[in-house]
């Protein structure tokens, strides 16, 4: 049933007459409570407080504000500027962070969310997540040994899934528009042209100024860029023209001199153009459309073409990360914004794994590309079963039911890794990163780790892992070919 408001009463309420329900008190299962308990804010305080050498000036934020705040970001898949706002408004957000008492004002300005990332080294990452991982892990081995004299519980429930490691690599999409040499050809030229504006200003302006011809040079990119149908032949007249004006700013920039007006920025911009143009110059020469650390983007020149080979997505633009998962819990092991082959690194992994559970994996389930001579030779030396079929001419007999249900089976439980980038790429930011430097894509990419291990602790502590492992069993269980014979 629908109530209508009385005439006489208003349908603005007054801010005086709002209600808050908690009455000063916040809910002590609110997921920001659970995951302010589950980090180590205090151990690496510390080494964040080192950071800071100069004993003057304002005193800087926490480190768990600042920690807090690039995981809220994260977990909520916000810009900086709402990021802020969202601790502005809500009190559990503030309670995460470590304030008292709420505050009415912002704690602090979005631009500090840039800060943040460049501040907390890659080295506290590594270990915040690992510790995330550890505690968790020291928690469920005292739940499990207060339950083992329960003489009720099922047996299944002790089986250790931690023996098994899955791993897997994928690209991380920066935020860049597709590439070509024509759109970055006419993005360096524009920023030389506003560099050739700021240098003649600084001059004594007794000459002509030098002409950059930038309408014609703007006409003949926008003939090419909307052709429907741009030829080869007219492609690289077009990229002629534009090397012929980059060419002559660079030339110009340098006759003015007074390179020193430019700012730091603007300096790193120019020389990051200079490079391109050579390398634009010499494809163009070549007539080839590759060299080594190519620039296909002025602002991020740090990114570096991705082959992938995977249909819609021939070629990525990003960091390339190795990632492996043990029990649901994602640890990212390499980031390289150059292309690589992610079958070298299945030792490091390895070790990783050492560190972090005390012990070397009994299997690693991997796709084809880790399945080489070489990591199988060491897979054996270290004890370790390595997923996939041998290596050489299948039998005259053919393999066995059992060698190929084996196989579907760790198809099957490699399987979570896939889901894991899902996760990580639509639930979160990993689709398309927007931080602008190699520093700060690293914190992103490390935070996001962070994150989604939290989101996995909280989902346990809601289903139980009890119940966790019981349906894994069961899972296990329906997919073995001992359970059908059973059946039949």
Partial sequence: MYKKTSSNESNQVRIEEFFLPFAGKLKKDNPWIVKASLIPWEEFETDYEKLF???????????????????????????????????????????????????????????????????????????INARIIQTHLEQSKSRNGNDSNDDSSPPHIKVNQSDTMVIDATCTPADISFPTDLNTLNAGREKLEEMIDILWSFSTQDEEKPRTHRNKARKFYLNAARAKRLTRSKRRKAIRKQLGFVKRDLKTIKKLGMIEKLSSKQYHLLLVISEMYRQQQEMYDQKKHTVKDRIVNIFQPHIRPIVRGKAGKQTEFGAKISASIVDGFATLDRISFDSYNESEDIESQVEVYKKLYGKYPKRVLADQIYQTRKNRVYCKEMGIKLSGKPLGRP??????????????????????IEGKFGQLKRRFSLDRIMAKLAITTNAVLRIAFIVVNLERILYLQKIGSTHYYFFFNIYKMMNSKKLSRTLN
């Fill in 53 to 127: 050498s100069s004993k003057t000036g304002a005193p800087a934020l926490s480190f768990r504000i600042a920690l807090g705040s690039l995981i809220i970001k994260e977990t909520l898949n916000l810009t900086d500027r709402t990021t802020v706002q969202q601790i502005e408004e809500n009190p559990y957000l503030q309670c995460f962070l470590g304030f008292t008492i709420f505050q009415f004002d912002a704690p602090f300005d979005h631009s500090m969310m840039s800060r943040f990332r460049k501040r907390i080294p890659e080295s506290t990452l590594i270990e």
């Fill in 395 to 416: 039998p005259k007999a053919g393999f066995t039911a059992e060698q190929k249900e084996s196989w579907r089976l760790d198809e099957c439980e490699r399987v979570p």
